[in-house]
Protein backbone atom coordinates (compact mmCIF):
# COMPACT_ATOMS: atom_id res chain seq x y z
CA UNK A 1 0.00 0.00 0.00
CA UNK A 2 1.26 3.84 -0.92
CA UNK A 3 2.25 5.31 2.56
CA UNK A 4 0.05 8.65 1.03
CA UNK A 5 -3.18 10.07 2.21
CA UNK A 6 -4.87 11.58 -0.66
CA UNK A 7 -7.41 9.37 -2.51
CA UNK A 8 -6.97 8.55 -6.42
CA UNK A 9 -9.03 8.70 -8.86
CA UNK A 10 -9.74 4.91 -10.01
CA UNK A 11 -7.31 3.51 -12.42
CA UNK A 12 -4.95 6.20 -11.89
CA UNK A 13 -2.02 3.72 -11.03
CA UNK A 14 -2.80 1.76 -14.44
CA UNK A 15 -0.08 1.97 -17.17
CA UNK A 16 -1.27 3.77 -19.68
CA UNK A 17 -0.01 5.41 -22.98
CA UNK A 18 0.40 9.28 -23.33
CA UNK A 19 1.83 10.97 -26.26
CA UNK A 20 2.83 8.05 -27.43
CA UNK A 21 4.72 6.84 -24.35
CA UNK A 22 3.81 3.79 -22.02
CA UNK A 23 3.93 5.19 -18.43
CA UNK A 24 4.30 2.15 -16.46
CA UNK A 25 2.40 1.06 -13.00
CA UNK A 26 5.94 2.00 -10.87
CA UNK A 27 5.84 5.11 -12.45
CA UNK A 28 2.35 6.25 -11.95
CA UNK A 29 3.21 5.10 -8.12
CA UNK A 30 5.68 7.25 -8.23
CA UNK A 31 3.65 10.29 -9.50
CA UNK A 32 0.71 9.54 -6.80
CA UNK A 33 3.59 9.80 -4.56
CA UNK A 34 4.83 13.08 -5.40
CA UNK A 35 1.32 14.52 -5.68
CA UNK A 36 0.19 13.77 -2.11
CA UNK A 37 3.74 15.82 -1.28
CA UNK A 38 2.56 18.46 -3.17
CA UNK A 39 -1.33 18.39 -1.86
CA UNK A 40 0.79 18.72 1.65
CA UNK A 41 2.90 21.61 0.46
CA UNK A 42 0.19 23.26 -0.61
CA UNK A 43 -1.83 22.58 2.68
CA UNK A 44 0.81 24.27 4.92
CA UNK A 45 1.32 26.98 2.39
CA UNK A 46 -2.17 28.13 2.81
CA UNK A 47 -1.86 27.61 6.33
CA UNK A 48 1.15 29.83 6.65
CA UNK A 49 -0.09 32.44 4.12
CA UNK A 50 2.73 31.62 1.39
CA UNK A 51 2.60 30.99 -2.25
CA UNK A 52 4.56 28.68 -4.43
CA UNK A 53 3.87 28.09 -7.89
CA UNK A 54 4.37 24.85 -10.42
CA UNK A 55 7.94 25.58 -12.26
CA UNK A 56 9.96 24.21 -14.94
CA UNK A 57 8.43 20.81 -16.63
CA UNK A 58 5.83 21.13 -13.57
CA UNK A 59 4.81 24.26 -14.77
CA UNK A 60 4.95 22.88 -19.05
CA UNK A 61 3.20 19.83 -18.35
CA UNK A 62 0.41 22.18 -16.26
CA UNK A 63 -0.16 23.80 -19.12
CA UNK A 64 0.08 21.54 -22.43
CA UNK A 65 -0.41 18.30 -20.75
CA UNK A 66 -2.96 19.27 -17.93
CA UNK A 67 -1.06 17.05 -15.76
CA UNK A 68 2.96 14.98 -15.70
CA UNK A 69 4.49 15.44 -19.01
CA UNK A 70 4.44 11.66 -19.90
CA UNK A 71 8.68 11.04 -19.15
CA UNK A 72 8.88 13.50 -16.25
CA UNK A 73 9.79 12.18 -12.73
CA UNK A 74 9.52 15.05 -10.58
CA UNK A 75 7.43 17.77 -9.55
CA UNK A 76 9.40 20.95 -9.86
CA UNK A 77 8.07 24.60 -7.38
CA UNK A 78 9.30 28.27 -7.03
CA UNK A 79 8.48 30.33 -4.25
CA UNK A 80 10.32 34.15 -3.69
CA UNK A 81 12.72 34.44 -1.41
CA UNK A 82 10.70 35.73 1.92
CA UNK A 83 7.95 33.00 1.31
CA UNK A 84 10.87 30.45 0.76
CA UNK A 85 12.58 31.48 3.97
CA UNK A 86 9.47 31.51 6.03
CA UNK A 87 8.67 27.95 4.79
CA UNK A 88 12.39 26.65 5.70
CA UNK A 89 12.62 28.49 8.73
CA UNK A 90 8.72 27.80 10.60
CA UNK A 91 7.22 25.14 8.08
CA UNK A 92 8.70 22.44 9.72
CA UNK A 93 6.42 21.77 12.47
CA UNK A 94 3.54 21.49 10.29
CA UNK A 95 5.67 18.13 8.39
CA UNK A 96 4.76 15.21 10.01
CA UNK A 97 6.11 11.90 9.55
CA UNK A 98 6.51 10.97 6.64
CA UNK A 99 6.61 13.81 5.35
CA UNK A 100 10.22 15.97 5.88
CA UNK A 101 10.27 19.22 4.37
CA UNK A 102 14.76 18.64 3.80
CA UNK A 103 17.08 21.66 4.13
CA UNK A 104 20.97 22.19 4.43
CA UNK A 105 19.69 22.94 8.58
CA UNK A 106 17.19 20.52 8.47
CA UNK A 107 19.33 17.41 7.57
CA UNK A 108 23.10 17.40 7.88
CA UNK A 109 25.43 16.26 4.74
CA UNK A 110 21.90 17.59 2.81
CA UNK A 111 23.86 20.74 0.97
CA UNK A 112 21.89 21.60 -2.24
CA UNK A 113 20.87 25.04 -2.70
CA UNK A 114 17.35 24.32 -2.73
CA UNK A 115 14.27 22.23 -0.28
CA UNK A 116 12.78 18.77 -0.90
CA UNK A 117 9.67 17.55 0.41
CA UNK A 118 10.13 14.27 0.93
CA UNK A 119 8.26 10.95 1.60
CA UNK A 120 10.44 9.03 4.59
CA UNK A 121 8.41 5.85 3.43
CA UNK A 122 9.66 5.62 0.27
CA UNK A 123 12.77 5.59 -1.95
CA UNK A 124 13.76 8.33 -4.20
CA UNK A 125 17.73 7.83 -4.58
CA UNK A 126 19.96 10.38 -6.49
CA UNK A 127 22.91 9.52 -8.21
CA UNK A 128 25.25 12.07 -6.42
CA UNK A 129 23.73 10.72 -3.05
CA UNK A 130 24.20 7.47 -3.47
CA UNK A 131 24.39 5.32 -0.56
CA UNK A 132 24.12 6.93 1.98
CA UNK A 133 21.60 6.25 4.73
CA UNK A 134 22.58 10.14 6.84
CA UNK A 135 20.23 12.06 5.26
CA UNK A 136 16.73 11.31 3.68
CA UNK A 137 16.14 9.53 0.55
CA UNK A 138 12.71 9.17 0.33
CA UNK A 139 10.91 10.51 -2.78
CA UNK A 140 10.63 13.69 -3.21
CA UNK A 141 9.82 17.19 -4.63
CA UNK A 142 11.77 19.98 -5.86
CA UNK A 143 11.15 23.63 -3.96
CA UNK A 144 13.32 26.36 -5.62
CA UNK A 145 14.01 29.74 -4.45
CA UNK A 146 13.78 32.60 -6.76
CA UNK A 147 16.17 35.76 -5.77
CA UNK A 148 16.33 39.04 -6.91
CA UNK A 149 18.88 38.87 -10.32
CA UNK A 150 21.46 41.94 -10.93
CA UNK A 151 20.74 43.56 -14.42
CA UNK A 152 24.31 44.24 -14.68
CA UNK A 153 25.71 41.44 -16.71
CA UNK A 154 28.90 42.28 -15.07
CA UNK A 155 27.63 41.54 -11.84
CA UNK A 156 25.77 38.80 -12.62
CA UNK A 157 28.96 36.67 -14.02
CA UNK A 158 30.66 37.71 -10.79
CA UNK A 159 27.79 36.00 -8.73
CA UNK A 160 27.59 32.97 -11.08
CA UNK A 161 30.97 32.16 -10.68
CA UNK A 162 30.70 32.70 -6.82
CA UNK A 163 28.05 30.47 -6.88
CA UNK A 164 29.63 27.57 -8.69
CA UNK A 165 32.70 28.03 -6.65
CA UNK A 166 31.02 27.95 -3.62
CA UNK A 167 28.71 24.37 -4.70
CA UNK A 168 32.31 22.75 -6.19
CA UNK A 169 33.68 23.63 -2.45
CA UNK A 170 30.44 21.81 -0.90
CA UNK A 171 30.86 18.82 -3.03
CA UNK A 172 34.36 18.38 -2.11
CA UNK A 173 33.97 18.94 1.50
CA UNK A 174 31.34 15.96 1.34
CA UNK A 175 33.25 13.67 -1.04
CA UNK A 176 34.07 10.05 0.17
CA UNK A 177 36.48 7.49 -0.98
CA UNK A 178 35.55 5.61 -4.52
CA UNK A 179 37.55 2.00 -4.74
CA UNK A 180 36.95 2.23 -8.20
CA UNK A 181 38.34 6.28 -8.13
CA UNK A 182 41.57 5.67 -5.95
CA UNK A 183 43.74 8.81 -6.43
CA UNK A 184 40.80 11.46 -7.59
CA UNK A 185 39.22 10.61 -4.14
CA UNK A 186 42.07 10.81 -2.44
CA UNK A 187 42.84 14.42 -3.86
CA UNK A 188 39.22 15.22 -3.26
CA UNK A 189 39.24 13.46 0.47
CA UNK A 190 42.61 16.11 0.94
CA UNK A 191 40.94 19.37 -0.34
CA UNK A 192 38.10 18.64 1.54
CA UNK A 193 39.79 18.42 4.82
CA UNK A 194 41.64 21.71 3.83
CA UNK A 195 38.04 23.84 3.10
CA UNK A 196 37.36 22.45 6.53
CA UNK A 197 40.31 23.82 7.91
CA UNK A 198 39.72 27.18 5.69
CA UNK A 199 35.61 27.75 6.37
CA UNK A 200 35.23 25.13 9.20
CA UNK A 201 32.21 23.40 8.06
CA UNK A 202 29.73 22.94 4.51
CA UNK A 203 27.33 24.85 6.82
CA UNK A 204 29.90 28.02 6.53
CA UNK A 205 30.20 27.89 2.86
CA UNK A 206 26.14 27.30 2.13
CA UNK A 207 25.50 30.18 4.32
CA UNK A 208 27.90 32.29 2.60
CA UNK A 209 26.33 31.06 -1.01
CA UNK A 210 22.62 32.06 0.74
CA UNK A 211 24.12 35.47 1.52
CA UNK A 212 25.55 36.07 -2.11
CA UNK A 213 22.46 35.32 -3.38
CA UNK A 214 20.08 37.71 -1.46
CA UNK A 215 22.04 40.75 -2.73
CA UNK A 216 19.56 41.79 -5.26
CA UNK A 217 16.58 41.73 -3.47
CA UNK A 218 15.03 44.65 -4.18
CA UNK A 219 15.50 43.80 -8.51
CA UNK A 220 12.30 44.05 -10.98
CA UNK A 221 13.49 40.85 -11.79
CA UNK A 222 14.14 37.13 -10.55
CA UNK A 223 15.53 33.84 -11.13
CA UNK A 224 16.65 30.49 -9.82
CA UNK A 225 20.52 32.34 -8.62
CA UNK A 226 21.38 29.48 -6.04
CA UNK A 227 20.56 27.46 -9.26
CA UNK A 228 22.59 28.82 -12.29
CA UNK A 229 25.75 27.51 -13.83
CA UNK A 230 26.25 29.87 -16.62
CA UNK A 231 24.45 32.74 -18.13
CA UNK A 232 22.67 31.13 -20.86
CA UNK A 233 21.13 29.55 -18.11
CA UNK A 234 19.72 32.68 -16.92
CA UNK A 235 15.78 34.32 -17.53
CA UNK A 236 14.95 37.63 -16.32
CA UNK A 237 11.65 36.61 -14.88
CA UNK A 238 9.29 39.53 -13.79
CA UNK A 239 8.78 39.19 -9.84
CA UNK A 240 5.43 40.78 -10.08
CA UNK A 241 4.26 37.42 -12.15
CA UNK A 242 4.83 35.83 -8.59
CA UNK A 243 2.60 37.85 -6.43
CA UNK A 244 -0.35 36.73 -7.48
CA UNK A 245 -1.50 32.54 -8.12
CA UNK A 246 -3.56 31.38 -10.97
CA UNK A 247 -5.07 28.00 -10.64
CA UNK A 248 -4.76 25.08 -13.32
CA UNK A 249 -5.56 21.66 -13.82
CA UNK A 250 -2.97 19.55 -12.94
CA UNK A 251 -3.71 15.66 -13.25
CA UNK A 252 -7.67 15.61 -11.55
CA UNK A 253 -6.55 19.13 -8.95
CA UNK A 254 -5.48 22.14 -9.46
CA UNK A 255 -2.36 24.22 -8.41
CA UNK A 256 -1.25 27.70 -8.70
CA UNK A 257 1.04 28.90 -11.76
CA UNK A 258 2.64 32.24 -12.55
CA UNK A 259 0.65 34.48 -14.21
CA UNK A 260 0.71 34.91 -17.75
CA UNK A 261 2.32 31.57 -17.85
CA UNK A 262 3.05 31.99 -21.67
CA UNK A 263 6.24 34.09 -21.30
CA UNK A 264 7.92 32.15 -18.64
CA UNK A 265 7.49 28.73 -20.45
CA UNK A 266 8.59 30.37 -23.92
CA UNK A 267 11.64 31.82 -21.85
CA UNK A 268 12.63 28.30 -20.68
CA UNK A 269 11.89 26.39 -23.88
CA UNK A 270 11.31 28.50 -26.75
CA UNK A 271 8.56 29.57 -28.77
CA UNK A 272 7.87 25.60 -29.70
CA UNK A 273 7.21 24.75 -25.87
CA UNK A 274 4.06 23.07 -26.88
CA UNK A 275 5.70 20.63 -29.30
CA UNK A 276 6.27 17.44 -26.82
CA UNK A 277 10.31 16.57 -27.23
CA UNK A 278 11.23 13.36 -25.38
CA UNK A 279 14.19 14.82 -23.14
CA UNK A 280 15.94 13.36 -20.47
CA UNK A 281 15.22 14.46 -17.01
CA UNK A 282 17.91 16.99 -15.05
CA UNK A 283 18.46 13.94 -12.34
CA UNK A 284 19.61 11.20 -14.35
CA UNK A 285 19.19 7.94 -13.35
CA UNK A 286 16.80 7.71 -9.91
CA UNK A 287 16.52 4.39 -7.83
CA UNK A 288 12.63 4.67 -7.29
CA UNK A 289 10.66 2.44 -5.12
CA UNK A 290 6.93 3.90 -3.96
CA UNK A 291 6.43 0.90 -1.39
CA UNK A 292 9.87 0.43 0.48
CA UNK A 293 11.40 3.24 2.93
CA UNK A 294 14.90 4.73 1.44
CA UNK A 295 16.49 3.11 4.15
CA UNK A 296 15.37 -0.73 4.14
CA UNK A 297 16.09 0.18 -0.09
CA UNK A 298 19.51 0.93 0.88
CA UNK A 299 20.48 -2.25 2.62
CA UNK A 300 20.42 -3.86 -0.61
CA UNK A 301 22.55 -2.09 -2.69
CA UNK A 302 25.65 -4.25 -2.74
CA UNK A 303 29.14 -3.80 -5.03
CA UNK A 304 29.70 -1.04 -7.27
CA UNK A 305 27.05 1.79 -6.60
CA UNK A 306 27.33 3.47 -10.30
CA UNK A 307 26.49 0.00 -12.34
CA UNK A 308 23.70 -0.37 -9.99
CA UNK A 309 22.42 2.78 -10.67
CA UNK A 310 22.53 2.04 -14.40
CA UNK A 311 20.67 -0.75 -14.40
CA UNK A 312 17.64 0.76 -12.73
CA UNK A 313 14.22 1.45 -15.07
CA UNK A 314 10.81 2.09 -14.35
Known sequence: MLPIKIELPEHFLDEEVRCGYTVTEKMKKVWAVELDLLCKLDEVCREMGLHYFLDGGSLLGAIRDKGFIP???DIDIVMLRDDFEQLINNGQKYFEEPYFLQTAYSDRGYY???ANLRNSKTTGILPHQGKNPSINQGIFIDIFV???TPE???ILIKTINKQNRYRTMIRIMNSKFDSNKKIKSVIKIVLGYLLKLLYCSPEKVY?????EAMKWED???VDKLWWISDLKNVHYLEKNRFLKQEFVQFEWMKFPVPTNSDDILTAYYGKDYNTP???PNMHGTVIFDAEVPYRDYLKTIDGDETSYFKNQQL
Open 71 to 73: WDD
Open 112 to 114: NCH
Open 146 to 148: LDG
Open 152 to 154: DRK
Open 207 to 211: SLSRT
Open 219 to 221: SEF
Open 277 to 279: QHL
